[in-house]
Protein backbone atom coordinates (compact mmCIF):
# COMPACT_ATOMS: atom_id res chain seq x y z
CA UNK A 1 0.00 0.00 0.00
CA UNK A 2 1.50 3.51 -0.90
CA UNK A 3 1.94 5.68 2.03
CA UNK A 4 -0.76 8.15 0.19
CA UNK A 5 -3.31 5.85 0.82
CA UNK A 6 -2.04 4.88 4.20
CA UNK A 7 -2.35 8.57 4.68
CA UNK A 8 -6.03 8.38 3.73
CA UNK A 9 -6.73 5.20 6.12
CA UNK A 10 -4.97 6.88 8.83
CA UNK A 11 -7.39 7.16 11.93
CA UNK A 12 -7.98 11.29 12.93
CA UNK A 13 -5.94 12.94 15.12
CA UNK A 14 -6.17 14.86 18.07
CA UNK A 15 -5.29 18.86 18.91
CA UNK A 16 -5.35 20.41 15.65
CA UNK A 17 -5.82 17.53 13.79
CA UNK A 18 -9.17 15.66 13.30
CA UNK A 19 -10.64 13.34 16.22
CA UNK A 20 -10.70 9.33 16.02
CA UNK A 21 -13.60 8.53 13.19
CA UNK A 22 -17.29 9.09 14.42
CA UNK A 23 -20.87 8.74 13.09
CA UNK A 24 -21.69 12.13 11.37
CA UNK A 25 -23.82 14.54 13.52
CA UNK A 26 -27.58 14.83 12.95
CA UNK A 27 -28.24 18.50 11.26
CA UNK A 28 -29.71 19.38 14.39
CA UNK A 29 -27.00 18.97 16.61
CA UNK A 30 -25.40 21.00 14.03
CA UNK A 31 -27.68 23.63 14.46
CA UNK A 32 -27.15 23.32 18.20
CA UNK A 33 -23.48 23.80 18.17
CA UNK A 34 -23.74 26.51 15.99
CA UNK A 35 -25.72 27.87 18.53
CA UNK A 36 -23.09 27.29 21.35
CA UNK A 37 -20.11 28.61 19.01
CA UNK A 38 -22.28 31.90 18.81
CA UNK A 39 -22.23 32.06 22.82
CA UNK A 40 -18.73 31.22 22.73
CA UNK A 41 -17.21 32.93 20.41
CA UNK A 42 -19.48 35.94 19.15
CA UNK A 43 -20.91 36.71 22.22
CA UNK A 44 -17.81 38.10 23.96
CA UNK A 45 -17.36 40.63 20.95
CA UNK A 46 -21.13 41.83 21.87
CA UNK A 47 -20.22 44.12 24.89
CA UNK A 48 -19.35 40.62 26.57
CA UNK A 49 -23.56 39.86 26.79
CA UNK A 50 -23.92 43.09 29.07
CA UNK A 51 -25.67 46.49 28.32
CA UNK A 52 -29.53 45.80 26.58
CA UNK A 53 -27.35 44.76 22.90
CA UNK A 54 -26.29 42.11 24.63
CA UNK A 55 -28.48 40.84 27.08
CA UNK A 56 -30.78 40.48 23.54
CA UNK A 57 -28.08 38.13 21.94
CA UNK A 58 -27.57 36.05 24.83
CA UNK A 59 -31.47 35.58 25.17
CA UNK A 60 -31.38 35.00 20.95
CA UNK A 61 -28.71 32.53 21.25
CA UNK A 62 -30.36 30.96 24.18
CA UNK A 63 -33.76 30.79 22.22
CA UNK A 64 -31.81 29.55 19.47
CA UNK A 65 -30.23 26.62 21.14
CA UNK A 66 -32.69 25.16 23.33
CA UNK A 67 -35.16 25.30 20.32
CA UNK A 68 -33.22 23.15 18.18
CA UNK A 69 -31.86 20.75 21.12
CA UNK A 70 -35.84 20.50 21.69
CA UNK A 71 -36.48 20.06 18.24
CA UNK A 72 -33.88 17.24 18.40
CA UNK A 73 -35.31 15.45 21.05
CA UNK A 74 -39.21 15.19 19.38
CA UNK A 75 -37.04 13.49 16.58
CA UNK A 76 -35.02 10.96 18.85
CA UNK A 77 -36.10 7.90 19.40
CA UNK A 78 -34.99 7.88 23.12
CA UNK A 79 -35.64 11.52 24.42
CA UNK A 80 -34.34 11.74 27.50
CA UNK A 81 -33.01 14.32 30.60
CA UNK A 82 -30.08 14.03 32.53
CA UNK A 83 -30.18 15.26 35.97
CA UNK A 84 -26.73 17.38 37.14
CA UNK A 85 -28.21 17.96 40.59
CA UNK A 86 -28.04 22.28 39.83
CA UNK A 87 -31.74 22.31 39.29
CA UNK A 88 -32.65 22.72 42.90
CA UNK A 89 -30.25 26.01 42.60
CA UNK A 90 -31.54 27.33 39.58
CA UNK A 91 -35.07 27.08 41.65
CA UNK A 92 -33.83 28.70 44.24
CA UNK A 93 -32.45 31.53 42.18
CA UNK A 94 -35.85 32.61 40.40
CA UNK A 95 -37.35 32.10 43.92
CA UNK A 96 -34.35 35.03 44.87
CA UNK A 97 -35.64 37.26 42.30
CA UNK A 98 -39.28 36.86 42.85
CA UNK A 99 -38.77 37.85 47.10
CA UNK A 100 -36.66 40.57 45.61
CA UNK A 101 -39.70 42.12 43.79
CA UNK A 102 -42.86 41.20 45.98
CA UNK A 103 -44.63 43.44 48.03
CA UNK A 104 -43.47 41.92 51.16
CA UNK A 105 -45.31 42.58 54.62
CA UNK A 106 -43.03 45.40 57.06
CA UNK A 107 -42.04 43.31 59.71
CA UNK A 108 -40.85 40.88 56.83
CA UNK A 109 -39.20 43.46 54.54
CA UNK A 110 -37.46 45.09 57.88
CA UNK A 111 -36.43 41.63 58.99
CA UNK A 112 -34.40 40.76 55.76
CA UNK A 113 -33.23 44.30 55.05
CA UNK A 114 -33.44 46.53 58.57
CA UNK A 115 -31.51 49.51 56.48
CA UNK A 116 -34.05 49.86 53.88
CA UNK A 117 -36.17 52.49 56.21
CA UNK A 118 -33.20 54.36 56.97
CA UNK A 119 -31.67 54.45 53.13
CA UNK A 120 -35.49 55.73 52.06
CA UNK A 121 -36.40 57.44 54.86
CA UNK A 122 -39.09 59.46 52.86
CA UNK A 123 -41.01 55.86 51.96
CA UNK A 124 -42.61 55.90 55.45
CA UNK A 125 -46.31 56.40 56.65
CA UNK A 126 -44.75 58.13 59.97
CA UNK A 127 -46.40 61.86 59.31
CA UNK A 128 -42.88 63.56 60.66
CA UNK A 129 -41.28 61.12 57.92
CA UNK A 130 -43.38 60.86 55.27
CA UNK A 131 -43.53 63.51 52.26
CA UNK A 132 -46.67 61.60 50.87
CA UNK A 133 -44.87 59.45 48.63
CA UNK A 134 -45.98 56.00 50.32
CA UNK A 135 -44.76 53.25 51.52
CA UNK A 136 -41.71 51.17 49.93
CA UNK A 137 -42.43 47.48 50.40
CA UNK A 138 -40.15 45.50 48.05
CA UNK A 139 -36.26 44.45 48.43
CA UNK A 140 -35.21 45.45 45.38
CA UNK A 141 -34.50 49.40 44.86
CA UNK A 142 -35.34 48.64 41.08
CA UNK A 143 -37.93 46.03 40.95
CA UNK A 144 -38.44 46.79 37.15
CA UNK A 145 -34.86 46.15 36.50
CA UNK A 146 -34.40 43.35 38.68
CA UNK A 147 -37.85 41.73 36.72
CA UNK A 148 -35.87 42.50 33.27
CA UNK A 149 -32.47 40.61 34.60
CA UNK A 150 -34.80 37.56 35.41
CA UNK A 151 -35.04 37.20 31.71
CA UNK A 152 -30.87 37.09 31.18
CA UNK A 153 -30.76 35.10 34.15
CA UNK A 154 -33.41 32.01 32.88
CA UNK A 155 -31.47 31.94 29.26
CA UNK A 156 -28.02 31.19 30.83
CA UNK A 157 -29.68 28.87 33.23
CA UNK A 158 -31.22 27.18 29.31
CA UNK A 159 -27.68 27.90 27.93
CA UNK A 160 -26.76 25.46 30.90
CA UNK A 161 -28.84 22.68 31.00
CA UNK A 162 -28.86 22.60 27.28
CA UNK A 163 -24.93 22.23 27.62
CA UNK A 164 -25.43 19.71 30.34
CA UNK A 165 -27.43 17.89 28.13
CA UNK A 166 -25.66 18.01 24.72
CA UNK A 167 -21.97 17.10 25.79
CA UNK A 168 -22.08 13.61 25.92
CA UNK A 169 -18.13 12.32 24.89
CA UNK A 170 -14.74 13.63 25.64
CA UNK A 171 -14.73 14.97 21.65
CA UNK A 172 -17.54 17.35 22.64
CA UNK A 173 -16.10 18.33 25.76
CA UNK A 174 -12.65 18.91 23.24
CA UNK A 175 -14.42 20.57 21.00
CA UNK A 176 -16.47 23.12 23.46
CA UNK A 177 -12.69 23.86 25.04
CA UNK A 178 -11.43 24.19 22.19
CA UNK A 179 -14.01 27.00 21.24
CA UNK A 180 -13.43 28.67 24.50
CA UNK A 181 -9.50 28.71 23.88
CA UNK A 182 -10.04 30.41 20.29
CA UNK A 183 -12.52 33.10 21.74
CA UNK A 184 -9.72 33.92 24.30
CA UNK A 185 -7.55 34.62 21.89
CA UNK A 186 -9.05 36.37 19.51
CA UNK A 187 -10.69 38.39 21.39
CA UNK A 188 -7.57 38.89 23.49
CA UNK A 189 -6.02 39.64 20.52
CA UNK A 190 -8.27 42.28 19.42
CA UNK A 191 -8.24 44.05 23.16
CA UNK A 192 -4.56 44.33 22.33
CA UNK A 193 -4.87 46.05 19.54
CA UNK A 194 -7.48 48.11 20.36
CA UNK A 195 -5.64 49.08 23.52
CA UNK A 196 -2.39 50.15 21.34
CA UNK A 197 -3.94 51.74 18.75
CA UNK A 198 -6.59 53.56 20.97
CA UNK A 199 -8.34 56.61 19.99
CA UNK A 200 -10.77 55.89 23.28
CA UNK A 201 -13.17 54.48 21.37
CA UNK A 202 -14.84 51.15 21.26
CA UNK A 203 -13.87 49.40 17.75
CA UNK A 204 -12.54 53.10 16.67
CA UNK A 205 -15.32 53.82 16.57
CA UNK A 206 -18.17 54.00 19.43
CA UNK A 207 -17.92 56.30 22.22
CA UNK A 208 -19.34 54.72 25.41
CA UNK A 209 -20.44 57.23 28.09
CA UNK A 210 -18.90 56.23 31.12
CA UNK A 211 -15.40 54.65 29.96
CA UNK A 212 -13.10 54.86 27.03
CA UNK A 213 -10.22 52.26 25.68
CA UNK A 214 -7.23 54.65 26.98
CA UNK A 215 -6.57 52.98 30.10
CA UNK A 216 -6.49 49.50 29.66
CA UNK A 217 -6.91 46.77 27.10
CA UNK A 218 -10.58 45.76 27.24
CA UNK A 219 -11.74 44.34 24.04
CA UNK A 220 -15.47 44.97 23.82
CA UNK A 221 -15.80 44.96 27.57
CA UNK A 222 -17.04 48.10 29.09
CA UNK A 223 -15.22 47.05 32.50
CA UNK A 224 -11.14 45.83 32.24
CA UNK A 225 -12.38 43.70 35.20
CA UNK A 226 -14.51 41.68 33.40
CA UNK A 227 -12.49 41.50 30.44
CA UNK A 228 -9.51 39.86 32.20
CA UNK A 229 -11.70 37.55 34.26
CA UNK A 230 -12.87 36.11 30.83
CA UNK A 231 -9.48 35.57 29.76
CA UNK A 232 -8.45 33.98 32.84
CA UNK A 233 -11.52 31.44 32.23
CA UNK A 234 -10.34 30.67 28.95
CA UNK A 235 -6.58 30.32 29.53
CA UNK A 236 -6.63 26.73 31.66
CA UNK A 237 -8.71 25.39 28.58
CA UNK A 238 -6.01 26.53 26.47
CA UNK A 239 -2.89 25.40 28.73
CA UNK A 240 -4.74 21.83 28.27
CA UNK A 241 -4.75 22.49 24.17
CA UNK A 242 -0.68 23.14 24.48
CA UNK A 243 -0.23 19.98 26.55
CA UNK A 244 -2.43 17.62 24.80
CA UNK A 245 -1.27 18.80 21.59
CA UNK A 246 2.57 18.70 22.65
CA UNK A 247 2.22 15.18 24.09
CA UNK A 248 0.25 14.18 20.55
CA UNK A 249 3.25 15.38 18.36
CA UNK A 250 5.61 13.30 21.03
CA UNK A 251 3.89 10.25 20.45
CA UNK A 252 3.71 10.90 16.68
CA UNK A 253 7.62 11.14 16.43
CA UNK A 254 8.10 7.93 18.95
CA UNK A 255 5.90 6.02 16.68
CA UNK A 256 8.24 6.29 13.73
CA UNK A 257 5.38 3.76 11.91
CA UNK A 258 3.23 4.60 8.68
CA UNK A 259 0.61 3.99 10.60
CA UNK A 260 0.53 7.22 12.44
CA UNK A 261 2.85 9.72 10.82
CA UNK A 262 3.58 12.80 12.52
CA UNK A 263 2.78 15.79 10.57
CA UNK A 264 5.46 18.06 9.23
CA UNK A 265 6.25 21.31 7.70
CA UNK A 266 3.62 23.89 8.38
CA UNK A 267 1.10 21.75 9.34
CA UNK A 268 3.02 20.06 12.27
CA UNK A 269 4.13 23.31 13.11
CA UNK A 270 0.90 24.66 13.45
CA UNK A 271 -0.17 21.53 15.38
CA UNK A 272 2.63 21.82 18.01
CA UNK A 273 3.21 25.34 18.88
CA UNK A 274 -0.23 26.92 17.71
CA UNK A 275 -2.33 26.70 21.16
CA UNK A 276 1.12 27.61 22.68
CA UNK A 277 1.04 31.07 20.87
CA UNK A 278 -2.83 31.11 21.40
CA UNK A 279 -1.59 31.16 25.18
CA UNK A 280 0.95 33.71 25.42
CA UNK A 281 -1.28 36.11 23.19
CA UNK A 282 -4.07 35.37 26.03
CA UNK A 283 -1.34 35.89 28.59
CA UNK A 284 -0.49 39.59 27.14
CA UNK A 285 -3.88 40.69 26.82
CA UNK A 286 -4.25 40.03 30.29
CA UNK A 287 -1.11 41.46 31.69
CA UNK A 288 -2.27 44.68 29.35
CA UNK A 289 -5.83 44.42 31.29
CA UNK A 290 -4.07 45.87 33.90
CA UNK A 291 -6.65 44.01 36.53
CA UNK A 292 -4.94 42.32 39.55
CA UNK A 293 -8.06 40.39 40.14
CA UNK A 294 -8.02 38.96 36.79
CA UNK A 295 -4.22 37.63 37.17
CA UNK A 296 -5.15 36.35 40.73
CA UNK A 297 -7.72 34.33 39.12
CA UNK A 298 -5.74 33.26 36.00
CA UNK A 299 -2.78 32.35 38.28
CA UNK A 300 -4.98 30.31 40.39
CA UNK A 301 -6.60 28.54 37.48
CA UNK A 302 -3.67 27.48 36.04
CA UNK A 303 -2.00 26.37 38.96
CA UNK A 304 -4.87 24.25 39.77
CA UNK A 305 -4.82 23.09 35.76
CA UNK A 306 -1.40 22.44 36.23
CA UNK A 307 -0.98 20.21 39.53
CA UNK A 308 -4.14 17.67 37.88
CA UNK A 309 -1.95 17.78 34.72
CA UNK A 310 1.25 16.45 37.05
CA UNK A 311 -0.89 14.12 38.70
CA UNK A 312 -2.03 12.41 35.72
CA UNK A 313 1.82 12.39 34.76
CA UNK A 314 0.67 14.77 31.38
CA UNK A 315 3.11 17.75 32.67
CA UNK A 316 6.86 17.25 33.47
CA UNK A 317 7.36 18.69 37.16
CA UNK A 318 9.95 20.79 35.94
CA UNK A 319 7.79 22.65 33.12
CA UNK A 320 4.69 22.77 35.53
CA UNK A 321 7.39 24.74 38.54
CA UNK A 322 8.63 26.99 35.60
CA UNK A 323 4.93 27.78 35.24
CA UNK A 324 3.94 28.17 38.05
CA UNK A 325 7.33 30.62 39.09
CA UNK A 326 5.99 32.37 36.25
Same mark, same amino acid.
Request: with cysteine; proline share 5%; glycine share 10%.
Given at each position: MSASSQRRNTPALDGWGQRAAQPPREWTLRLVDAGFAGLILILPFVWGGRQA???????????? +????????? &??? /? @????????? /??LCILAIALVALQTVALPDSLKDQLSPHIDQL? !??? +????? /????????STLSFAPWQTWSDLVTLIAVMTIFFVAVQRLETAADVHR????????????? @??? &??? =?? +?????? =??? =????? @? @?TDTAAKAAFTNANHFADFLAMALPAQLW??? +????? &?????? !?????????????GAVIEWGPFLILVLTLCALVLSQSRGGLMAAGVGMSVVSLLFWRQQLLDSRIGLCMLAA
Open positions: LGHLSVVLLAGW +TAFWWAFHQ &IRS /E @TPRWRFCGA /EPL !AGW +TDQPD /ESIGIGLWILRWVSLSGCVTG @TFG &IAQ =YL +TSNGLF =YWF =YQHPD @T @TWSV +TSFQQ &IAKWRD !ARSMNHPAPDGWR
